[in-house]
């Protein structure tokens, strides 16, 4: 099956700072997702992102597919941030194979 | 403003009892998949549905655990006899392949806290 690695595992961050979380994938993908699982355990899409950029608020991320890797950037960031982002490969059957995620956690 | 939902959000049960997860996915949705999460395995796929079809359950201890979908508004989990390594959070999620095309974002619900003593 496809193969997802995310790095790096843990990050911690000071409020403010800017970071970049990486996801590669071992196989062409029809489609990739960043989910944040917050610390009370529930997990929110954050992009649907098969190929190129994508900007929502504070966070952005961008998918380069013919390089099988997608980058989530979090700038200016708040503790609320903090938890777990995964990132997540849609197989042609709709099967989502996940990350082992990055455990964020950022400090006052 | 649309959600998955899952009864019941916690459950605390005895080794050879059985347990049954409610989903109710988000009106309109065609897929409905079933995961579990656990420290050591992460986030693993037990079932998917589409259409109310069950399409792969390749992820499911098949003796103890059954999955499926009465109608297009509930999606149930079963274990039956549940077993302490059964402990998890069990997630659903649904989402929406059009007619000819791929799947589109997954949403989750909360999730049930399941702990079997």
Not at chain 1, 10 to 19: P, R, V, Y
Not at chain 1, 50 to 69: D, F, H, I, M, W
Not at chain 2, 16 to 34: A, D, K, S, Y
């Amino acid at each position: 099956g496809i193969q997802v690695e995310q790095s790096p595992p843990d990050l911690i961050l000071q409020e403010g700072a800017n970071s970049t979380l990486r996801c590669n994938f071992s196989d062409s993908v029809n489609n990739l997702q960043w989910f944040h699982q917050n610390p009370w355990g529930q997990l929110i899409n954050l992009f649907y992102i098969p190929s190129g950029t994508k900007q929502n608020g504070r966070l952005s991320a961008t998918t380069v597919a013919t390089e099988r890797y997608s980058l989530l950037y979090i700038s200016s960031s708040q503790t609320t941030d903090s938890g777990v982002y995964f990132c997540a490969l849609t197989d042609s059957w709709g099967k989502l194979q996940f990350g082992a995620g990055t455990q964020v956690v950022v400090t006052p | 403003d649309a959600r998955v939902t899952q009864t019941p959000r916690h459950k605390v049960t005895e080794m050879g009892q059985e347990v049954t997860m409610r989903c109710q996915p988000i009106l309109g949705h065609n897929t409905v998949f079933w995961y579990r999460q656990t420290m050591m395995q992460g986030l693993e796929l037990l079932a998917y549905f589409r259409n109310r079809a069950p399409l792969d359950d390749s992820g499911m201890p098949k003796d103890r655990f059954s999955a499926e979908m009465p109608d297009a508004t509930l999606a149930t989990l079963k274990i039956q006899p549940s077993e302490p390594r059964d402990s998890a959070v069990y997630f659903c999620a649904s989402g929406l392949v059009p007619d000819g095309g791929l799947q589109e974002t997954q949403y989750f619900g909360p999730g049930t806290r399941l702990l079997v003593l």
